[in-house]
């Protein structure tokens, strides 16, 4: 794909020669640019693949098409044509910056190149228009995937008129976002040191992979509410502060033949204002932007504390662990999970998708919310409620195994450890207590206030599931230690049928579970029942030998 | 010519007396075919530093990583403290050091945890660990970075922090894989000096390193392995006696090269013209 841009950008090199670029410079500066970007792994595209990332554009670009077919069909739901416009407008803005922030400021932010390219000769003006079209690039892709699902329906239904005149409006739209976005960096420059601005990407980056996880599960039953259908949206006042209303209403007015006042200056906007900004941005903001990034490089370190005292990893150790390596690995593995960043990038949408999960499914009654609410407690939903922690173990297990620093894994051959499945065992009680503790507390409170005492005993057999649980898969990944293994090129833990059974464990406990809950104590007796068969697995993971690691 | 008899015969005793490290007929080799070691012997004696050098791919970090218990397959005898390291690798553990090659260390910890943690698994009480890499810190002129990530630091920053987690448990034996890389010149000073009052207080170490000229000056016995095997054995002068080299760099060159590294060089050069259209 990276061949094929650049053919075309080929076609326009008389353009980049009028603008004294060094063309064949600027084109070998492109080509490593984009395949860089190619090999980099999109927060919105998480594949579990064996390979390494390839072609992580393609996947963005099919998982953006989704997204936007489901847009597209707001034209279909929505009679008015001006207020379908602006909600899909608004979400391809939303989306596009978001997108660019979430998964291409490791591109912008990166100063690398400056040590590598800065003293090659290559002259400031070639360089920056290659940051720029590159970016262009990039945004086009995400911007023309969107959209290609509304071009396609809204063709069908307004005629040619809207297949010219669409496209065009959408330029307008990446020029916002690159206003957008590029005043939310340099904010973010100017209130932030280094560490802090990119926490603040990474919950971009969350969020990105939370709503494209999400979408799945979400845009198709918005689409069946009845929410969307006649709702419809008038120009009024507000529509002059809405920058998709401007972009919206020239498209509205062609395919309509009808051009009223209000329509006529918002295009005007539409056209003017982009513009205007961008030539901000070019000339007044841009210029700044790599000076902050130099700075933002030099802000010292964030400081930790010094002594964990009484921190929360030293207090849930003392509990969960009693021998000394695995105390050590609960804190250790806890910390890590704390600051790594692609750890939480893989965890975190997850752990987020689940909650929405619980809620959509238990509120998702027939009749209007009060009522679903009011039926709540003679349902058995509490278990929905109960077993999402459960259900994060498996992911929560495979992702501890992961590291981009896999190499410093060294130290644990290098330490007199007798027995490793210790570490192993401090590592998964951090992830059950952090994770799939948290929330089950976190969710254990509605669930007794709404279904009260008689589902203690529920509670009780949840919590118990879901250390056996994470026991269980601890026998599929027990012979890999925690962050020993790179992203990317490590074999998914698919070790058969057996593997297979386990993962889907969480869910048969549910179901048992269900199950048990018609048979009077049957829930209660099972609690220790469960409790007993800990105690051989638990036995399997302290045989674990340094043989049976796999080696650095 | 005496003094040279009296040094041999001496490190010849030591030797027999109760070697902390032999090797037997160690081989090694990672695909089944081809063998990365040899057949590797070695006695070592207490109280000396070993300078273990060898081109690129010579086996050097194989043989420090079977030492040390990190690779449990090989063939031959590997003892440590006298113990077999296929048996007892846990307690030998307990008892070394090691500085890997590359400086490979979870990042987002902070050097205070991570001394920690090692402190952890060594079974050294919590204050005591705390006091110690506090100190080691701070002689290092890491006191400001102790708590700050070490995602930040520089290579020699991270190497001081490797340096610091090979001894923080008072070792007997350091396995050192390039231990000065990264680090200033002062540093480097600071560090060969430690490894020298370590030795004099009957510890051991294990050098692996590039540098000749270090390995020259620190170590008391050289072993230049090539292609898996041990090529040359004995003190620096000893080396200079076999051959007629002035510097190590020189008797190394002289020992693994193809005795072709000017004609490279030459011919690097004329790359150059070779590449360019007539």
Redesign the interface.
């Known amino acids: 794909m990276t061949d094929f841009i650049l053919k075309i950008l080929d076609g326009f090199r008389r353009l980049f020669e009028i603008l004294k670029v060094d063309y064949p410079k600027f084109r070998a500066l492109l080509w490593i640019k984009l395949t860089i970007d190619n090999r980099q792994e999109k927060s919105v595209a998480q594949r579990k693949s064996n390979k390494e990332v390839s072609n992580s554009m393609i996947w963005v670009m099919f998982i953006y098409a989704f997204m936007g077919l489901f847009a597209g069909l707001l034209l279909v739901q929505i009679p008015s044509l001006f207020t379908a416009l602006v909600i899909i407008q608004a979400m391809i803005m939303v989306m596009t910056a978001v997108a660019l922030i979430s998964d291409f400021s490791s591109v912008l932010l990166d100063t690398t190149d400056n040590a590598i390219i800065q003293f090659r000769p290559i002259d400031g003006r070639t360089l920056a228009v290659a940051r720029i079209v590159h970016i262009t690039v990039y945004m086009l892709m995400i911007t023309l995937s969107l959209s290609l699902g509304t071009l396609v329906v809204g063709t069908v239904k307004y005629g040619p008129v809207f297949t010219l005149t669409f496209p065009v409006s959408l330029i307008f739209s990446v020029l916002f976002i690159v206003f957008l976005s590029n005043i939310f960096y340099l904010l973010l420059i100017k209130i932030s040191g280094?560490?802090r601005f990119r926490d603040i990407i990474l919950y971009f980056q969350i969020f990105m992979a939370a709503v494209a996880l999400g979408s799945y599960q979400l845009l198709p039953r918005l689409m069946g509410a009845s929410l969307l259908k006649g709702f419809s949206i008038e120009i009024r006042w507000w529509a002059y502060l809405v920058p998709p209303a401007w972009v919206a209403a020239p498209v509205d007015a062609a395919v309509r033949g009808v051009i009223s006042k209000e329509a006529l200056f918002l295009t005007l906007m539409g056209i003017g204002l982009p513009v205007l900004f961008v030539v901000v941005v070019v000339k007044y903001l841009a210029p700044g932007f790599n000076k902050a990034l130099l700075e933002l490089e030099k802000t010292?370190?964030?400081?930790?504390?010094?002594?964990?005292g009484r921190s929360l990893p030293i207090f849930f150790s003392r509990i969960a662990t009693s021998r000394?390596?695995e105390?050590?690995a609960f804190?250790?593995v806890w910390?890590?999970s704390n600051?790594?960043r692609k750890f939480k990038l893989k965890t975190y949408p997850t752990f987020g998708y689940m909650l929405i999960i619980a809620v959509v499914l238990t509120l998702r009654g027939k009749g209007g919310l009060a009522q679903t609410l009011q039926n709540l407690p003679n349902t058995k939903l509490y278990l929905v409620f109960l077993y999402v922690g459960c259900m994060l173990i498996p992911m929560t297990l495979f992702q501890m195994r992961l590291?981009d620093?896999f190499?410093?894994a060294?130290?644990y051959?290098?330490?007199?450890?007798?027995r490793p499945g210790d570490l192993f065992r401090g590592g998964v009680k951090a992830m059950v207590v952090k994770f799939g503790g948290s929330i089950f507390f976190l969710l254990s409170i509605p669930t007794l206030f709404i279904w009260g005492p008689p589902v203690i005993d529920d509670v009780g057999l949840a919590f118990i599931n879901m250390i056996f649980t994470s026991y269980a898969l601890s026998l599929i990944v027990k012979n890999e230690l925690p962050?020993a293994k790179p992203y990317g090129v490590a074999r998914e833990a698919q070790k058969g049928i057996a593997g297979f059974l386990l993962l889907i464990l969480p869910g048969f406990l549910g179901l048992v579970h269900f199950g048990l809950t018609f048979i009077p104590y049957g829930v209660l007796i099972a609690v220790p029942v469960i409790a007993v068969l800990i105690w051989p697995v638990s036995k399997i993971i302290d045989s674990t030998r340094?043989?049976m690691i796999a080696?650095? | 010519m005496i003094i040279y008899y009296y040094l041999v015969d001496m490190r010849a005793a030591m030797n027999q007396q109760n070697p902390i490290i032999t090797l037997r007929d160690l081989k090694k080799s990672y695909d089944g075919t081809t063998n990365v070691l040899m057949g590797i012997n070695l006695d070592i004696a207490p109280g000396q530093i070993i300078g273990y050098i060898g081109p690129n791919g010579a086996g050097k970090t194989t043989t420090v990583k079977i030492m040390?218990?990190?690779?449990?397959?090989f063939s031959g005898e590997v003892r440590v403290f006298g113990l077999n390291i296929s048996d007892h690798?846990?307690?030998?553990?307990?008892r070394i050091g090691?500085v890997?090659e590359?400086a490979?260390?979870?990042?987002?910890?902070?050097p205070?945890?991570f001394l920690r943690?090692?402190g952890?698994?060594?079974?050294i009480p919590g204050p005591e660990i705390?006091k110690r890499a506090a100190d080691m810190l701070r002689l290092f002129g890491l006191k400001e970075?102790?708590?700050?990530?070490m995602?930040?630091f520089s290579k020699g920053m991270k190497q001081k922090v490797l340096i610091i987690?090979s001894m923080i448990h008072d070792p007997d034996i350091l396995f050192m894989d390039e231990p000065l890389s990264g680090l200033d010149a002062n540093m480097m000073v600071v560090v060969k000096e430690i490894l020298s009052r370590l030795a004099a207080k009957g510890k051991t170490i294990f050098y692996c390193s590039h540098v000749m000229d270090v390995v020259e000056r620190v170590c008391d016995r050289i072993v230049i392995i090539d292609k898996g095997a041990i090529i040359a054995d004995g003190t620096f002068d000893e080396l200079q006696g076999m051959n007629k080299g002035e510097s190590l760099e020189r008797i190394f060159t002289q020992l693994t090269g193809s005795s072709g590294q000017d004609r490279l060089a030459e011919e690097f050069i004329s790359a150059f013209e070779r590449g360019r259209k007539p």
């Open positions: 280094e560490e010292g370190p964030a400081r930790e504390k010094k002594t964990l000394p390596v105390r050590a804190q250790f910390l890590i600051r790594d590291s620093q190499q410093a060294w130290i051959r290098s330490l007199p450890i007798a962050f340094w043989d080696p650095v | 040390i218990g990190m690779i449990p397959e690798a846990q307690d030998v553990k307990k090691y890997p590359t490979a260390l979870y990042e987002t910890l902070t205070n945890e943690f090692l952890q698994i060594h079974e705390q970075n102790a708590d700050a990530r995602t930040s987690a």
